[in-house]
């Protein structure tokens, strides 16, 4: 009982914070958002047995990304003015009357899609034990350490390309 109401808060934590992110205009509060949304994906791994996902999950993104988010916009100052040089608008169109109206229809096809396929998983089943909770963490460790370590140091050498590029572009010029 306890998992499946948290897979519920999880749910829509995430959906509510993804819909506040998408409709936010200010970029401090959209980043804050995406953090939440970020937490019930977490919380979404942890009630799936992924607990070693909804770790990571938390570190990297949650702790990671967003927090880079924030500094890149405390940084750059974000968007000041909605209206350019020339007096025009900066906000992009997001639609015509034609557009809201077609993605509609998308949406009521692919709800009766999800609802199609997702019949079966309503039905009651016949209850029948489930297996212990095993943790998931032991044995990726293991695996990066023996099996995958080839691909393990070229996604560190990654991120830490990445991680000098950020240096890179986030210094001052000299010639300004």
């Not at 979404?44 to 999950?57: C, K, V």
């Not at 040089?85 to 009357?97: A, H, N, W, Y």
């Not at 095993?134 to 990726?140: A, F, G, N, P």
């Not at 023996?146 to 950020?166: M, N, P, R, Y």
Request: proline share 3%; aromatic share 10%; charged share 10%.
């Amino acid at each position: 009982m306890f998992l499946k109401i948290m897979f519920v808060l999880s749910a829509l934590l995430t959906l509510g914070g993804a819909f506040l992110t998408a409709s936010s205009k200010n970029l401090m509060h959209a980043c804050v958002y995406l953090l939440a949304c970020l937490f019930g994906v977490a919380g979404l791994y942890a009630t799936l047995g992924a607990d070693f996902l909804a770790a990571a999950q938390l570190v990297v993104y949650a702790g990671g990304v967003v927090i880079l988010m924030l500094f890149a916009i405390m940084l750059t100052g974000g968007v000041q003015e909605f209206v350019n040089k020339f007096g025009l608008d900066k906000t992009p169109s997001m639609g015509s009357g034609k557009t809201y109206t077609i993605a509609g229809l998308s949406m009521i096809v692919t709800a009766f899609i999800v609802m199609k396929i997702l019949a079966p998983v309503f039905k009651t089943p016949a209850q029948t034990d489930l297996p212990a909770f095993t943790s998931t963490v032991e044995k990726l460790g293991v695996l990066l350490v023996t099996d995958h370590v080839l691909a393990f140091e070229i996604s560190s050498i990654l991120l830490l390309g990445a991680l000098v590029g950020a240096a890179v572009i986030s210094r001052p010029r000299r010639g300004k």
